[in-house]
């Protein structure tokens, strides 16, 4: 009997991947990238958050292979001696927790929303669509800023996992309306066809028909927005987090390892800000790309 990897791996959407050298090599930098992030405890040479370990003799320290570097310090060191290539595998965990927590979040506010919206219609319709464009009308990035500038101002002393809670709600409160949208208009298609109008005859209530019926057909295009939203979530984190609103100093994600590299970009201290971009961007990209894959994976037209 099959599990349900071997059905994925045999049918289109797995031959789809078999054969996308950039699916692939993309999958790969995303796995890599996830499994030191989840097993950065263990696998990190160091613990960059470990105050009774930093000497400050090892500040700005440049990489391994360079002129004047410590083997023990493969990517170098910042200004306060902590090892570049530990902060990474941490700042990365932190970044891609708040992301993905985001999308989910923004997932399931914005499918329940939309549903309602296009299943209903009406009154409902009109008044959810209205509060979309109000969302559409201000930039993410300055609603998310608002938001988590306000939440870090009312709880100055909160505790971390209060101000990462601030900063992805902030976060998802504008990446929601474009799942609303995209499931409206799905849903709109879905309840006007036979299998919808007999589940009506039949009395099976509003709800479960929603839940039941119309959800599992426009998950498709949700699937493939949530992908790529997860690369947009993790940019706007580093985003608010290089502006000093973000994740909390004492746990910087790559938003604060790329802020406090900045300082010393100009004095020849280029590693501290490179390899956290660097890795920003690997993670984005990688992201994307399968976002574009899955979208051509499961459109039927492009087979």
Not at 255 to 278: C, D, K, Q, V
Request: glycine share 10%; net charge neutral; proline share 5%.
């Amino acid at each position: 009997m099959k599990t349900l990897f071997h059905q994925w791996w045999d049918g289109d959407v797995g031959y789809s991947f078999r054969t996308s050298p950039t699916a692939i090599i993309a999958a790969l930098i995303a796995l890599v990238c996830l499994v030191c992030a989840l097993f950065a405890p263990w696998i990190a040479p160091h613990n960059p958050f470990d105050l009774t370990t930093l000497v400050l003799d090892n500040a700005r320290l440049p990489p391994a292979w360079s002129v004047g570097g410590n083997s023990d310090f493969l990517l170098g060191t910042d200004d306060q001696g902590r090892d570049i290539l530990s902060a990474l595998m941490y700042g990365a965990r932190i970044s891609l927790a708040v992301g993905i927590a985001s999308v989910v979040l923004s997932l399931l506010v914005g499918v329940s929303l939309g549903l309602l919206a296009g299943f209903l219609g009406g009154w409902v319709d009109g008044l959810l669509m209205r509060l979309c464009d109000v969302m559409l009308s201000f930039p993410a990035i300055l609603v998310a800023l608002l938001i988590a500038g306000v939440g870090r101002a009312l709880f100055p002393n909160a505790h971390e996992s209060l101000a990462f809670g601030v900063l992805i709600v902030s976060i998802s409160l504008t990446g929601w309306v474009q799942y609303a949208r995209t499931v409206r208009g799905s849903t709109m298609v879905e309840r006007n066809k036979e299998y919808v109008q007999a589940a009506r005859v039949t009395g099976v209530a509003p709800l479960r028909i929603m839940r039941k019926h119309v959800l599992p057909n426009v998950m498709g295009p949700v699937l493939v927005l949530a992908t790529i939203q997860v690369a947009t979530a993790i940019i706007t984190e580093a985003t608010l987090s290089f502006l000093g609103v973000g994740a909390p100093p004492t746990s910087p994600s790559l938003g604060t390892l790329i802020r406090i590299g900045n300082e010393y970009l100009f004095s020849g201290e280029w590693w501290i800000t490179i390899f956290p971009g660097a890795v920003l961007v690997l993670i984005a990209l990688s992201v994307n790309l399968l976002g574009d894959w899955l979208r051509d994976a499961l459109n039927p037209r492009l087979r």
